[in-house]
């Protein structure tokens, strides 16, 4: 059972470079979110997308944009990245509306921006 | 806007001890409230989710409560283990949107 699968694991970049996170779940769910988690902040929204075809803002959007590709795929890019967006990211799924709409969670993206 | 906030930051208990992590909420329009585990490096994953017209939910040795009207869940944890050491996260979905707003969590050891 694969759940939420993201890659890469880990990343270092340098100011100014772009890079793409990928997600893919594979439990048919229609909601998929990018998170940031920081040291003592717990996590926070960056983009979701409730539906396929279909992306919103969270809560710290700038300087991030996604693509939802397909049921399965939701993306992350980083067009010119800075120190501040060091961080763990983390993408989730779930299924809004159901009974038990659990968020579960891919393994992370431990990213360094030097 | 809606602010999770779980205290303490940090918790150590001898093995066996029943202990209670707590949650507190700014905004009693929730629309369900989940705990997490996060252990060291790994992703999160769902304990317990309390649906706003519950009162509770129990699985195994944990037992989270719900109270909207004082802005509060607690999760106990019964006759604890070292396996149980990890971090907990209190998070709540709010009512007519798809956020779900997550406390800073709190750092459990259990000694042996």
């Known amino acids: 059972n694969a759940g939420v699968t993201q890659t890469p694991k880990f990343q270092v970049l340098k100011t100014g470079q772009s890079m793409t996170l990928q997600c893919a779940q594979d439990?048919?769910?229609?909601?998929m979110y990018w998170y940031r988690q920081d040291p003592g902040m717990g996590l926070r929204l960056i983009y979701y997308s409730a539906s396929e075809g279909t992306t919103d803002k969270g809560e710290v959007p700038n300087g991030y944009n996604v693509s939802r590709l397909n049921k399965r795929e939701f993306s992350l890019r980083l067009e010119s990245a800075a120190p501040s967006q060091t961080s763990v990211y983390f993408c989730?799924?779930?299924?809004?509306?159901?009974?038990?709409?659990?968020?579960?969670f891919g393994s992370g993206t431990q990213l360094s921006v030097l | 806007k809606q602010e999770v906030t779980q205290i303490p930051a940090a918790l150590s208990v001898p093995e066996g001890e029943n202990l209670v992590l707590n949650c507190s909420f700014t905004d009693s329009a929730i629309y369900n409230l989940q705990w997490f585990r996060q252990d060291p490096g790994k992703g999160l994953t769902s304990l317990l989710l309390?649906?706003?017209?519950?009162r509770e939910q129990t699985s195994g040795r944990l037992n989270a409560s719900l109270d909207k009207s004082s802005g509060r869940s607690t999760l106990y944890i019964a006759a604890s283990q070292p396996g149980d050491s990890a971090t907990y996260l209190c998070a709540v979905r709010v009512t007519g949107g798809f956020k779900t707003i997550f406390g800073a969590g709190t750092r459990l050891f259990v000694k042996a």
């Open positions: 989730a799924s779930s299924e809004i509306g159901a009974a038990n709409e659990k968020l579960f």
């Open positions: 439990m048919n769910h229609n909601s």
């Open positions: 309390i649906q706003s017209s519950q």
